[in-house]
């Protein structure tokens, strides 16, 4: 059974900061996805990860897998305040997505 | 706007009584599913569809059912609602291919059980 699992679960960090998101997987996949979700809201698609070695880029967030560690990053350079959400990845296996339980950010000033 | 539309957005049922609540996407996406988030447990799913035609347990199925009316619309039902089942309901979508375009979700029912 797959198991998606990130750290850290919560995350308080300060302007400016430069942080990691890590997501591990239990099972091979060659497809993770990394969600957005502000409060009360629904989520997001940020990247989609489809190979080892991927990298993705959009703003001050960036996105790796590395398929043989069954592991993905988000990295956050500079964060600002506006970044502040909850952030899942999801991993496909036997067709359906599973999620990881979610990052929940906080960008302080 | 193309997408999943969800409804309601917002429900409070007691306890024993029965609703459905309703998805229906816009984008010709074959599969179709189904979510509930709880604080700190990320979105576990409930029950899937691959095609129209198909359904298929997911996760958590106890409680609910669900129906596959047509492409378009994938159903959730709960039959005798419990307080445990208090929680933001997701559908979502894909195509063949979510790889390219990935899944997307609609804005969620936010069910209370009393």
């Known amino acids: 059974e797959l198991k998606v699992e990130q750290n850290p679960l919560f995350l308080s960090m300060q302007e400016g900061k430069n942080y990691t998101i890590y997501c591990n997987y239990s099972?091979?996949?060659?497809?993770l996805y990394w969600y957005r979700q502000d409060p009360g809201k629904s989520l997001e698609s940020l990247f989609v990860l489809l190979s080892n070695g991927a990298v993705k880029q959009e703003g001050r967030l960036m996105a790796s897998l590395d398929t043989k560690a069954r592991l993905s990053t988000l990295h956050i350079t500079a964060a600002v305040h506006d970044l502040s959400a909850t952030y899942f990845c999801a991993v496909v296996g036997a067709q359906k997505l599973v999620f990881g339980q979610g990052t929940r950010l906080t960008i302080n000033p | 706007n193309a997408g999943v539309t969800q409804t309601p957005k917002f429900q409070v049922l007691k306890t024993g009584q029965s609703m459905t609540l309703q998805c229906a996407q816009d984008?010709?996406?074959?599969?179709m599913y189904w979510y509930r988030q709880d604080p700190g447990m990320g979105l576990r799913l409930i029950y899937y569809s691959a095609s129209e035609g198909t359904t298929d347990k997911g996760e958590v199925p106890n409680g609910y059912n669900v129906s596959r009316l047509n492409k378009r619309e994938f159903s959730l039902r709960l039959e005798s609602a419990a307080p445990s089942q208090t929680s933001v309901y997701f559908c979502?979508?894909?195509?063949?291919?979510?790889?390219?375009?990935?899944?997307?979700f609609g804005s969620g029912t936010r069910l209370t059980v009393v």
């Open positions: 099972t091979t996949s060659d497809r």
């Open positions: 984008m010709n996406h074959n599969s």
């Open positions: 979502a979508s894909s195509d063949w291919q979510p790889e390219l375009y990935g899944y997307t």
